[in-house]
């Protein structure tokens, strides 16, 4: 054979190397577990409970896919003044005012209520602590689910650390509570669906030209929302994908939850439960805090996780990310070399995140996305305090081994 046609082999064999292929063993597995989880769920449940399963997977899958990452869309920002992630989820807002306002107006007689909650200083702290521990966890309360669906296991280690957070916050949600504040301000409750509509289009509005005008001030260019994209059952089932199509993805995803569950899609509620068993399982009287004395959250405490929707629609989350793994074919990082000084600032990031969301109503789905969506001022507030608090968990990203610039 002559050195031509060898190096010509060897080049098709490294390529063939190179270029990733599906994982049937987790597509397999996720496969077996949607559909085991579906049938289970909903002969022990509900059907409902089930499809909010199944749309969790979706979820997932898109926020791995599209890479789609609000911490690392501020971090972008604020570092080197990019901001397509911030412009990308002004259009998510978009969309998802759009599908959730028929919803909320209560078009077809069907019963909705948005994520609405006070505006006043437990938001804005709240969101300023889960900024600071959003960058130093490296990731917000669906990227830390995303991630470890994903493969990585740091994910585990700032979910720990966020379902510690989230029981402390709710045994001092009491006190937070009694800071001052205006009350819930709805923009369609108080001005009518559609003026209240425009309000909050013109502040969406308002963000993206604002990013769109210090993007293209700091850099001399502004990244394209554009997709470079073929669409194609291939692209889109191994991805990536644009973040356009993440933002109708889970936009639509959302107002799906929406309908069907009567409320927006939330993610940190499941931790503070999930905490709080556990602490009652070591002995700790958490029916004693106001948090747990709620009707809807004494009710949750005496009953499986699984009649929980939060805590179905995480679980079926971790699970459409880690199908989204299998279909890109790459290699999962569960394995990392993590230092102690990760560690560290991972669980503390978590710690953070968690009493942050519990205070603030919310996360960056919750409270962010889930306010934004529903018209309610408080999400544009936790906008801005998680900002801020993004501002010094940026200048600690180094003493957690954590890179400024990624």
């Known amino acids: ?19 990733p292929t599906v994982n049937l063993r987790i597509i397999l597995l996720t496969s077996m577990l949607f559909a085991f989880g579906f049938l289970f769920l909903g002969s022990t449940v509900s059907y409902k409970q089930a499809s909010l399963y ?22 972008s920002f604020l570092v080197s003044g990019r901001g397509v992630g911030i412009r990308a989820q002004m259009i998510l807002f978009l969309i998802a005012n759009v599908l ?17 909650s006070p505006v006043g200083l437990s938001v804005l702290m709240g969101s300023f602590i889960f900024g600071i521990g959003m960058q130093m966890g490296d990731g917000c309360a669906s990227g830390t689910l995303y991630h470890i669906g994903g493969g990585d296991s740091r994910g585990i280690l700032t979910l720990v650390g966020f379902i510690a957070g989230s029981v402390i916050g709710s045994a001092h949600f009491t006190w937070w509570m009694g800071t001052p504040n205006i009350g819930p301000v709805s923009f369609i409750e108080h001005l009518g669906p559609l003026p209240g509509f425009s309000v909050n289009l013109a502040i969406l509005t308002l963000v993206f030209c604002a990013v769109y005008y210090i993007e293209k001030r700091r850099n001399g260019d502004v990244e394209s929302l ?10 889109l089932l191994k991805g990536p994908w644009p973040l356009i199509l993440g933002s109708i993805v889970l936009a639509v995803g959302n107002a799906v939850v929406l309908y069907i569950s009567g409320k927006p899609w939330g993610v940190t509620s499941a931790f503070a439960l999930w905490g709080a068993k556990l602490s009652q399982a070591a002995g700790i009287p958490v029916t004693e805090w106001a948090y747990w004395q709620t009707d809807a959250n004494a009710a949750a405490l005496n009953i499986s996780i699984l009649k929980d929707v939060t805590s179905v629609m995480d679980i079926g989350l971790i699970l459409g990310a880690l199908m989204a793994l299998g279909l890109s074919g790459k290699p999962n990082r569960f394995l990392r070399h993590t230092s102690l000084r990760m560690i560290t600032g991972l669980l503390a990031g978590g710690v953070l995140m968690g009493y942050g969301a519990r205070i603030a109503f919310g996360c960056n789905i919750g409270a962010y996305f889930g306010g934004i ?15 801020i608090g993004s501002m010094i968990g940026i200048k600690l990203r180094p003493l957690c081994d954590l890179p400024v610039t990624k």
């Open 1 to 19: 054979m002559s050195n031509t046609k060898v190096n010509i082999l060897n080049d098709n064999v490294s390529a063939a190397i190179r270029k």
């Open 54 to 75: 199944l749309i969790a997977g979706v979820l997932g899958l898109a926020l791995y896919h599209a890479h789609y990452g609000f911490t690392s869309s501020f971090r």
């Open 100 to 116: 959730f306002l028929p919803l909320l107006s209560g078009a077809g007689g069907h019963e909705a209520a948005g994520f609405v």
């Open 226 to 235: 554009r997709p470079s994209w073929q669409f194609g059952w291939k692209s």
């Open 373 to 387: 969506a529903s018209f309610s001022l408080h999400g544009w507030e936790w906008m801005i305090g998680a900002m």
